[in-house]
C-alpha cells in the first residue's frame, strides 16, 4: 500500500477472527483497514457475497450477513509505550493458545511468530509461549 505505508509488528489469523498490530506513521489507521479489507476482498472472489450464497444455501447464514468476507467495523486501539508494545505483541501470538487451536504458539502456521522468531524480531523464549509460559512469564511484561 504505497499511499499508505504500514509495519506488520504482529499479526495472527483465525478461523473467525483476527489480531494484528501495524505501526503507522500518521494517525490513519481507518484508510488501512478500509483498504486492507478492499483488497483481500478482492484477492478472494470466493468469499464475496455474492459467490459465497451460490455455495452455501444456508439461508440463517446469509440472514446473520456472514456471505462476505469481513464483518463490519473493527476495534483499535494506540500503544503508548514498548511495554505495553510487548503485551500487544505477546497477546496476537499467545491468542491461538488462548482460543484452543494449539497448545503451544509456534504451532499455529497464521501468525507472524515463527516468522519473526527467526529472524529475532522477536525474543528468543517466545518459541515456548503455552499456557504455563504465559503464566509465568506475563509479570515481567506487566507494564
Ligand atoms: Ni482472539
Redesign the pocket.
Known amino acids: 500500500m504505497r499511499t499508505h505505508p504500514f509495519e506488520i509488528e504482529a499479526w495472527v489469523v483465525?478461523p473467525d477472527?483476527l489480531?494484528c498490530v501495524l505501526r503507522i506513521m500518521d494517525t490513519n489507521a481507518p484508510v488501512r483497514w478500509s483498504k486492507i479489507k478492499a483488497l483481500t476482498s478482492k484477492a478472494l472472489p470466493e468469499f464475496s457475497a455474492k459467490n459465497y450464497s451460490k455455495h452455501y444455501k444456508n439461508k440463517s447464514r446469509q440472514k446473520r450477513q456472514l456471505s462476505s468476507l469481513w464483518q463490519k467495523g473493527y476495534w483499535e486501539h494506540t500503544i503508548r509505550n514498548e511495554k505495553e508494545l510487548y503485551m500487544y505483541l505477546l497477546y496476537c501470538c499467545y491468542?491461538p493458545v488462548?482460543?484452543r487451536y494449539v497448545s503451544n504458539a509456534t504451532e499455529w502456521p497464521y501468525s507472524t511468530l515463527n516468522r519473526y522468531l527467526r529472524n529475532n524480531r522477536y525474543p528468543p523464549d517466545w518459541a515456548y509461549i503455552n499456557e504455563s509460559w504465559v503464566d509465568s512469564n506475563l509479570a515481567a511484561y506487566d507494564p
Open positions: 483465525m477472527h489480531h491468542n488462548k482460543h
